[in-house]
């Protein structure tokens, strides 16, 4: 467990931490409303389906879009954000029922939807209860915001689908600073020895508005390298649906 906990600690990675730590927030670090800004993680569902290899009712509903939230993130800066900040408030699975597209704006390609729901509120939602105020708060908000961005529509527009081709990082980030108003860090893969997005990093103040903002550059360092000058955003393989 410990070699696990480093791992993913040196690592950095969401996905390893989900698939190690069984137990969300076995540690309370920081507290409620006390962060910078926010990071909106966005993930890329066809890299993750070929990486993940989802079981049999696991991955999107037909009809989802490419890109899928992961979480609403708040954080200070690259190496510092407060986790687990209200023990007293576990995930709830009715909370969250009826909120519209939920289901195709936040996918998970590693489990069930739920246990990803949970680790994303006890870990990081809870933390923004300053401007979420309960779990349904926090999803229906990030939903929304995701739709707002609609970075699905961003790439339709500059005519950027997934497939097989290869586009230039520049080109990926051009379309998305168009789109978006603001710079955002992406974030490359390589699976089968093929560079893939893997994911996509917005910064957004730390609002009710939500507002894109430029990343710090410490985000940049942590982020920007990892993709190549070119690669690919693959299709969702039909395997991976549910
Ligand atoms: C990150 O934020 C924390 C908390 O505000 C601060 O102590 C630390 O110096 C910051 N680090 C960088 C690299 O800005
Ligand atoms: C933690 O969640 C409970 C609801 O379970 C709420 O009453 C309380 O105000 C929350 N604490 C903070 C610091 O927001
Ligand atoms: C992309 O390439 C893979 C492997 O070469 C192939 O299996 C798949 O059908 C291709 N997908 C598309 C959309 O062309």
Known sequence: MFIFLLLS?????????????RQ??????????????????NFWIGTACLRDKPGSGVGPVRGTNAVTIHGLWPGNNASSWPECCNNSYPFK????????????????T???DNSFYTH?????????MDLF?????????VVNLNKRLN??????????????????KNDVKTALRRGLGHDVLLECAKVNGISMLNAIY??????????VQECTSDYKSRYEPKCPSSFILPAIPDSCYK
């Open 24 to 41: 969300t927030c076995p540690k309370q670090k920081g507290s409620v409303g006390d962060y910078k800004m926010n990071v909106l993680a």
């Open 133 to 141: 105020h309960t779990e349904r708060d926090y999803f229906s908000s």
């Open 93 to 108: 699975p009715a909370e969250i029922s009826g909120i519209a597209d939920l289901s195709k704006n936040w996918v998970s």
């Open 202 to 211: 917005t910064c957004i103040d730390h609002s009710p508005s939500l507002n």
């Open 151 to 168: 970075i699905a529509g961003i790439f339709r527009a500059a005519g950027i689908i997934a497939g097989n081709r290869t586009y230039s």
């Open 110 to 112: 590693q489990g069930p």
């Open 120 to 128: 994303e509120w006890e870990k990081h939602g809870t933390c923004a």
């Open 9 to 21: 600690i040196v690592k950095c990675s969401e996905f390893t931490e989900l698939m190690s730590n």
